[in-house]
């Protein structure tokens, strides 16, 4: 008699990080992550690099997610992978080695859109954390992405926001960069932010139209406030560090919580729910649960581990799909622009 079990393989490689999940009936049996160091010595993420770590770690970390998960290969019901959007290196690696590996076992493709993974990243099932109800509003920032969509169902999402030219992550890192903080300077940011006085230094705000986002802007009046600081002290950056975090973060935060609320005012949508790499920074959680308080928004927070990228948000909507049978064939290929 078959197994009742449905058990998904996920694969993620869709920047610089080789994933691989696998999920037992929408539980977690396993979730690894190969991270590479390499791009911290340039500063960011080099594409021809990361496809070679991607061929180095995809065969161990999928052999390690199987065995971690106590299953054999041959017990996998179907394989997820990301097909876009990414860098292409990256992807063509993991969509060809979920090809393969589907053929070879005879078990059903199913091709997921990173974007969508980070939304449905909720619904894995996890003690302690509800799901969100439909539909809801995902806030979805990371390094390549700043979006509010609107979530009807699992596989009904309209875009109804994005950035006009950087994402938020991108924002930070660069900002990193001109305070002299390693590769990836998000979190570092994050972390002295928390020590810093966020009304130190007024920064302008961005007037961009509808649901929109632009962060070019504040990027570049960092720039020339910093430019124009050190003529005067050559050590203002050591010297404000932790209050220059404190009010870039303030900013940001202020940019993705007004829009937000511009959000919920036009669709009457009350439950929100984040994802993506920022959706870990302190600044937007606390401001987010703050917001659950104060106009009695329902909001969800993912569990750290599902907020960058990670191959289990990938198995859960491999999971959905499956029920639906919703399978590719051996002729799709990789999507670098992948429109939800």
């Not at 393989?9 to 979730?31: M, P, Q």
């Not at 569990?303 to 491999?318: H, L, P, Q, S």
Request: aromatic share 8%; charged share 20%.
């Amino acid at each position: 008699m078959a197994s009742q079990n449905i058990y998904i393989l996920g694969i993620e490689s869709s920047c610089d990080d080789t994933a691989a999940a696998v999920l037992c009936n929408g539980k977690i049996k396993s979730n690894i992550v190969a991270t590479q160091k390499i791009h911290e010595e340039y500063g960011g993420v080099v594409p021809e690099l990361a496809s070679r770590a991607h061929q180095q770690n995809i065969v161990p970390v999928i052999d390690q997610a199987i065995k971690k998960a106590g299953i054999t290969k041959e017990e996998l019901s179907a394989i997820a992978f990301t097909r876009g959007p990414g860098l292409m290196g990256s992807l063509l690696v993991g969509t060809s080695f979920a090809k393969s590996m589907a053929m070879a076992l005879d078990i059903p493709l199913i091709e997921v859109n990173h974007m969508q993974a980070h939304l449905l990243a909720h619904f894995i099932e996890e003690d302690g954390f509800e799901k969100p109800n439909f539909p809801f509003l995902g806030l979805t920032i990371s390094g390549g992405h700043t979006q509010i969509v609107k979530v009807t169902d699992y596989f009904t999402m309209e875009v109804i926001g994005e950035t006009l030219d950087d994402a938020v992550g991108e924002a930070y890192d660069k900002c990193g960069k001109m305070l002299n903080l390693p590769y990836p300077g998000g979190p570092l940011i994050d972390k002295y932010a928390q020590e810093g006085n966020p009304k130190a230094f007024p920064f302008p705000k961005p007037n961009v139209k509808n649901l929109d986002f632009s962060f070019s802007g504040l990027k570049t009046s960092m720039l020339y406030f910093l430019e124009r600081e050190q003529k005067l002290n050559p050590n203002f950056i050591e010297e404000n560090l932790k209050d220059i975090c404190a009010s870039f973060q303030f900013t940001v935060v202020k940019i993705l919580m007004d829009k937000l609320k511009k959000g919920v005012k036009q669709t009457g949508v009350k439950e929100i729910a984040i994802g993506g790499g920022v959706s870990a920074n302190s600044g937007v959680r606390t401001a987010l649960t703050e917001a659950q308080q104060k106009f009695g928004w329902k909001t969800y927070i993912p569990k750290f581990e599902y907020t960058t990228d990670n191959a289990a948000m990938i198995a859960i909507v491999g999971h959905h799909k499956y029920l639906k049978k919703e399978f590719s064939d051996a002729s799709i290929t990789a999507k670098a622009r992948y429109a939800l």
